[in-house]
């Protein structure tokens, strides 16, 4: 029997793109999603901590291989302000605030949702209730409630939720209507108060108050409604949140509730956002157009003004932070911080990244943490949004980093284990351990059972150090220092040429990592560092391109979804998320990970690719294709189950099939839009910001519409010809709207432009942009003889007790990576009092690190004349406990000085610092 194929009619239509005058932008329509369920606040939002089935799970490895969750168990809608409530990015512990309980006569009735409608801006849902005593299968066809429930969290915290009950039966229906409070809220009805709670923040217990407002349009917390045959009766409640005040809190809730539609309002001010920071993208690529909003959208719901809500926070101006869920960390981590910066550059409005470097500059909570290229990300934002005021503000810290980061050595920094949790995202440390791939040899394992630490030269760790050099010497040049730009280029251009001549192995064709004892190469466990000297056209050489001839090697690194994070060579690779290596682990019995990249599909490690990359292919033009198909692959692995509706960024997926391996939050770790602007659209612009050029990768109809390029705005369109070739237009955007094109060409267009300051005003730490903060008691200051730009001696003056010396989670500074040297800390009173002893808890990572107590110290302190003079005294030193150094009888000063002399080959830390009147 012979198949046959007939192609019974076929249209082409060449794409038009409509104009924007002509086509509204409502973005929030564009993302609606049926299976969706949380709320989204600019500081107050709902949703899980952890993922489906977490804690029937906990400890198991079932727990880690959620990305094979039946797509059923994702959490159905509930009434209310439902799921668990995140306050900022702190976890406030609170389920179900808000729960509407409806009776039908005095029989109680189960909701069951049977239509759902999300968007960024609220949801709508429809329940068919279920009358108590039957199954939902029954009740649903004979049950004749019906509900729906319109809700959303307003601009100014608000929650507001509307109900709507249809008598859908033939006779009249009497209703009981309460509302249920939870977690020491106010009942409804009643004023409002402050709501007290506590939240971890980095190992720290922190109370937290806020004023809430719960009401409804009824008075008390229950409301009777009779409704008729096929009738219906609306219910309005809300629960407000206020920093302020009782009385603000109440106003708001106020407002809610005599809104003629806030819904309706909600959604036109989250089209405003878009309208206002977002470069218009239009194209006939659907899923390309919903990936491009819902990556911007993750920048709206990732930037917060904690003081909003919480006016003591730490952070002072807006920040952004990488998930929803602030799970353990409740701040900042500062590995996505230069992605977030360099994602968010791009944003027509530069004022909310702008605080998220300058947050970074001056070292609050988590902004130093990990490795980072912060300072050339902060370069690149500038070709954006240029002003000299902006890089005069944070040029100083740039360059204070940067150099701080070489540790002052000729050769490439050394990186010990990977870090505490685990064999994470770098298994090339493992060849080196004895034995091999001995995931143990890490700092959670080895002190336990006596394995050394693993060491290693990273290629992301140096390059990463190079782009800051690089990236300060840019700022450096635009504020006319051409000398501190000189020695910082040549500073990196030094540390690059050691990663091609010791870094490059020419059998393989890759870099790879090395060994710092023997500098062997990790030729057998090649991992995504092996990309990094790509990064922003650092190597271009043909000979260095043939690394990607690996890359796109499925044999590799190459997968559906889309590109794993170390090579399929390696032995501890597995793409289920786990480690496989004997002899503590198998691939029969392997050990399960919760936070482990070792070879699934981790959205940073793709968006690292998508940069390196994507400078490859600029400069060898025939890897362009490949590029966009990596770049598509990677998009693809955001729809979850492959659903079409809205995306989700999770952190890590299994790179065969796109399993999540973990719940799928709006992940801010990577940047999807910078390589959609830089590469798939083509957009670049010159370092001294001069020459504007547009060559895009992708064969494709689109226009992008005012992107800030050099602190003005520009469109540019490519039209497909039906002939073949390309159609390239440049536009400038005037201030009046209107559109003056530049130059129209072939295949590439390069334009002439003149770079426009964006003005910028310094706002200082006190105030920032939000509820300005409580003039503060004059506090005691810290000053050290050494700084390593990760660890701020500010964290000594907070009032704690450590657990013990050995904890690795308590915020803490050390003098690392000087070791065996004499240093002191200087701790600055608010006025000249008299001082009895002074209180010291010393960190030692013994077992784990090269962090020791010190060899000995000494208490001096500052005379009426400036000098110092040493204090006669006991100074213990000790683990595990506080260390207090008594005085004899108490003196009088106004600052007091330890001086520390630390171990051989050991450097050495403090958790807490005290002086004792």
């Not at 996505?336 to 027509?348: D, G, S």
Request: aromatic share 12%; charged share 20%; hydrophobic share 40%.
């Amino acid at each position: 029997m012979a198949i046959r194929f007939c192609l019974l009619t076929a249209v082409f239509a060449a794409w038009v793109p409509v104009g924007l005058a002509e086509m509204p932008q409502r973005v929030n329509d564009e993302l609606v999603s049926a299976y969706r369920t949380d709320l989204v606040g600019p500081e107050v939002w709902t949703g899980r901590a952890r993922g489906p089935g977490h804690t029937s799970m906990k400890g198991t490895a079932e727990s880690y291989w959620a990305g094979e969750v039946p797509f059923e168990l994702i959490d159905k809608p509930k009434p209310g302000l439902s799921g668990l409530l995140h306050v900022v990015h702190e976890v406030s512990g609170l389920t179900n605030a808000l729960v509407p309980l409806l009776k039908e006569g005095s029989v109680p009735v189960s909701l069951v949702p049977i239509r759902n409608r999300w968007t960024p801006a609220g949801m709508t849902t429809y329940y068919r209730g279920c009358p108590t005593g039957l199954s939902e299968t029954e009740g649903c066809h004979i049950g004749a409630t019906v509900v729906k429930e319109r809700k959303a969290i307003l601009t100014n915290n608000t929650f507001v939720a509307e109900l709507t009950i249809k008598n859908a039966g033939s006779v009249p229906r009497h209703y009981t209507l309460k509302l249920k409070t939870t977690g020491g809220l106010p009942r409804v009805g009643d004023p409002a108060r402050a709501w007290t709670f506590n939240t971890c923040s980095m190992n720290r217990q922190v109370e937290r108050v806020v004023y809430v407002c719960t009401k409804g349009t009824f008075g008390g917390n229950s409301v009777e409604l009779e409704i008729p045959a096929h009738g219906e009766a609306t219910v309005r409640y809300a629960l407000a949140f206020s920093p302020a005040s009782a009385a603000e809190a109440t106003a708001r809730g106020d407002d809610a509730l005599a809104a003629s539609d806030p819904f309706a309002a909600n959604s036109r001010a989250f089209d405003d956002w878009y309208a206002a920071n977002v470069p218009r993208l239009e194209t006939p690529n659907p899923d390309l157009r919903r990936m491009y909003y819902y990556r911007w959208f993750v920048v709206k719901r990732g930037t917060h003004m904690a003081r909003n809500i919480i006016p003591d926070h730490e952070y002072p101006r807006r920040t952004i932070y990488e998930s929803p869920n602030g799970g353990w960390y409740n701040c900042v981590i500062g590995l996505p911080v230069p992605v977030q910066i360099a994602e968010t550059r791009w944003q027509r409005d530069p004022s909310a990244v702008r605080d998220h470097a300058l947050n970074w500059c001056e070292s609050v909570k988590g902004y130093r943490g990990y490795i980072q290229f912060t300072g050339h990300a902060m370069a690149d934002l500038v070709k954006n949004h240029p002003s000299r005021d902006f890089v005069s503000a944070v040029y100083p810290e740039v360059k204070k980093y940067a150099v701080e980061t070489t540790q002052g050595s000729a050769d490439l920094p050394v990186q010990e284990s990977s870090w505490p949790v685990g064999a994470e995202y770098q298994p090339n440390f493992y060849q080196f351990t004895d034995p091999p791939f001995d995931y143990r040899h890490d700092r959670g394992f080895g002190p336990k059972q006596g394995f050394s630490i693993a060491r290693l030269v990273r290629l992301d760790t140096a390059v990463y150090m190079i782009g800051d050099l690089l990236g300060a010497a840019r700022l450096a040049s635009i504020l006319g220092k051409a000398d501190e730009a000189a020695a910082l280029k040549a500073k990196a251009e030094a540390y690059l040429d050691i990663i091609r001549t010791r870094h490059w192995d020419a059998k393989l064709g890759l870099f790879l990592a090395a060994d710092p004892e023997t500098y062997r190469l990790a030729d057998t466990s090649a991992c995504y560092d092996s990309f990094a000297p790509y990064l922003w056209g650092l190597v271009t050489e043909p000979e260095y391109l043939r690394a990607f001839e690996k890359f796109t090697d499925r044999a590799w690194f190459w997968d559906d979804f889309p590109a794993t994070t170390c090579a399929k060579s390696c032995p501890m690779y597995n793409g289920a998320n786990g480690i496989v290596t004997p002899p503590a682990a198998t691939p029969d019995k392997p050990v399960a990970k919760g936070c482990c990249w070792n070879g699934p599909m981790w959205h940073y490690a793709n968006g690292f690719y998508a940069a390196s990359f994507g400078q490859a292919a600029r400069v060898k033009a025939d890897l362009r294709s490949k590029w966009v198909e990596f770049f598509d692959a990677w998009s693809e692995s955001h729809w979850t189950y492959g659903d079409r509706t809205v995306p989700r960024a999770s952190e890590h997926f299994r790179p065969e099939d796109g399993a999540r391996c973990g719940f799928a939050w709006d992940y801010f770790h990577s940047a999807w839009l910078n390589p959609f602007y830089l590469y798939r659209c083509g957009i670049a612009v010159s370092d001294d910001l001069r020459t504007l050029s547009f060559e895009p990768f992708a064969d494709e109809d689109f226009r992008l519409a005012r992107v800030p390029v050099a602190g003005r705005e520009y469109t540019f369109e490519q039209h497909m010809r039906a002939s073949g070739g390309r159609e390239l237009v440049v536009s400038l955007c005037e201030s009046d709207g209107t559109e003056r094109v530049l130059a129209k060409g072939g295949g590439a267009v390069r334009v002439a432009i003149q770079p426009q300051e964006v003005p910028f005003a310094f706002v200082p730490p006190s105030t920032g942009r939000g509820i300005p903060k409580p003039p503060a008691q004059e506090s005691p200051k810290v000053t050290v003889s050494f700084e390593n730009g990760r660890e701020n001696p500010r964290v000594l003056l907070e009032d704690r007790d450590p657990i013990s010396s050995g904890d690795a989670m308590a915020p803490r500074f050390t003098f690392w990576p000087h070791r065996g040297t004499e240093e002191w800390i200087v701790q600055e009173l608010p006025a000249v009092r008299q001082v009895s002893a002074v209180s010291v808890y010393w960190f030692d990572d013994e077992g784990r690190g090269s962090t020791r107590v010190p060899a000995s110290w000494s208490v001096e302190i500052r005379t009426a004349s400036g000098d110092w003079r040493t204090v006669p005294c006991d100074t213990p030193v000790a683990k595990d406990r506080p260390c207090v150094a008594t005085f004899a009888s108490p003196v009088e000063t106004g600052a007091v000085r330890l001086r520390l002399r630390l171990r051989k080959g050991h450097s050495a830390g403090l958790l807490s610092l005290g002086v004792v009147p």
